[in-house]
């Protein structure tokens, strides 16, 4: 089975380069379905026909859904959503804002993609292609279950335990609503599902995510960050789609300018996210819609290769033994050195590059040691452990 996520800034194509790479594995004999976990559904769009909340035919072997966003919040957010209803409501929030107020930014979006979980452990499909939101929403959710991790290992435990001593006190004096074991096991019900999304996306042998960028300075920056994070996290990144690419035989010198402004980024594309492949998609002169144009996108981008290979295999991090202990490698392109921060915190490594933070749990032989020094060399951050003795205080 593979996982095939497509991300990119909004506008970039990302749909349509979802979209022609699932109908492209449909054609090849996989058992294909692709699925859209942006609120604002667009793959009906592309493929020209009616998409539901269940999966949906499409073609021969391929299967196409828009995930019912309502249905998959109260799957998995429901018995939490009724607890916080109850909770404002005996604040005195009217009904309906108190239940708009229960489902917290990118929940929405967050539970259409534990749609993953259900589709892979389902097995009914060979090749799951997602059809993500824009970059920033996305990492948003795949960074999510690390941050639910520390919450659900260091609090979670202590506070249910301090709520069922005050439970009957504090609901018995204030009359305030207390949640139950019912909410408290969906909470850790919710984790789990999060931990086992995150187990499935972080292995580079199941899961990949492509960048889908354009010739153009914002979108390549974004795609740039992005890439930083993803490898700071632990995600595998194979392609890159360069999309709506004038081409050559475009000679009019209306698009000069244009051809030349490209021409530079799609150098700045090659340079920053070498090795990674990157796959070119010209400007089309017509709008991409239906299965024949689809068809047409699938053989210019992937001509005739299987589009479910992974076609770059980037080490995630690693440690590695040295003279004076070990040595942590994290590969972060486009890193900015003035924005990386690490800490450590027993057996915890805190990372954090602008407002993205990551721990990483450093392995036995590493929590006895202390960080002696580290160094952001070609896009890779070296953080350098030593037993307490050899710790100097300050250094970097």
Request: charged content about 25%; some cysteine.
């Amino acid at each position: 089975m593979r996982i095939l996520l497509y991300t990119g800034k909004g506008g970039v194509g990302k749909t349509t380069a979802a979209a022609a790479t699932a109908l492209l594995a449909s054609r090849l004999g996989y058992r294909t379905i692709v699925l859209s976990t942006d609120a604002a559904h667009s793959l009906a769009d592309s493929f020209d026909r009616p998409l539901g909340p269940e999966p949906t035919p499409v073609a021969e072997m391929l299967w196409g859904q828009e995930v019912d966003i309502y249905h998959e919040v109260e799957t998995h957010w429901g018995t939490i959503q009724a607890y916080l209803e109850t909770l404002l409501s005996w604040r005195g929030v009217d009904g309906i804002l108190a239940e708009e107020l229960t489902v917290p930014p990118g929940m929405s979006e967050l539970a259409s993609l534990l749609q993953l979980v259900r589709l892979h452990d389902g097995r009914a499909y060979d090749v799951i292609v997602v059809d993500c939101a824009p970059t920033a929403e996305t990492l948003e959710l795949l960074t999510f279950p690390e941050i639910a991790r520390w919450w659900m290992e260091k609090i979670f435990p202590i506070q249910r335990k301090l709520i069922q001593v005050a439970r009957p006190i504090v609901r018995g004096v204030t009359g305030m609503p207390m949640p139950g074991d019912e909410v408290y096991d969906a909470a850790e019900g919710l984790f789990h599902q999060l931990n086992r999304m995150q187990q499935l996306l972080t292995d580079p042998e199941l899961t990949s995510i492509r960048l889908v960028v354009n010739p153009e300075k914002m979108v390549i920056k974004e795609a740039m960050r992005t890439a930083t994070y993803l490898n700071m996290y632990g995600f595998s990144s194979d392609l890159v789609v360069c999309n709506r690419v004038i081409p050559d035989l475009v000679t009019d010198s209306y698009f000069d300018t244009w051809k030349e402004s490209q021409a530079r980024y799609i150098r700045m594309v090659e340079e920053g996210f070498a090795p990674t492949p990157i796959r070119y998609l010209p400007l089309m002169e017509r709008e991409i819609v239906g299965i024949p144009a689809l068809e047409e996108v699938a053989e210019r981008l992937f001509g005739g290769e299987d589009p479910t290979a992974v076609f770059h295999r980037g080490r995630g991090f690693q440690f590695e033994k040295t003279e004076e202990g070990y040595q942590l490698l994290l590969p972060l392109p486009f890193a900015d050195r003035e924005k990386l921060d690490l800490n450590q915190v027993g057996d915890e490594l805190v990372i954090k590059i602008g407002n993205q933070r990551r721990t990483l749990i450093l392995p036995r032989a590493l929590a006895g040691m202390g960080v002696r020094g580290a160094r952001l060399e070609e896009g890779t951050l070296k953080v350098r452990f030593t037993p307490p003795q050899e710790v100097r205080s300050g250094e970097r």
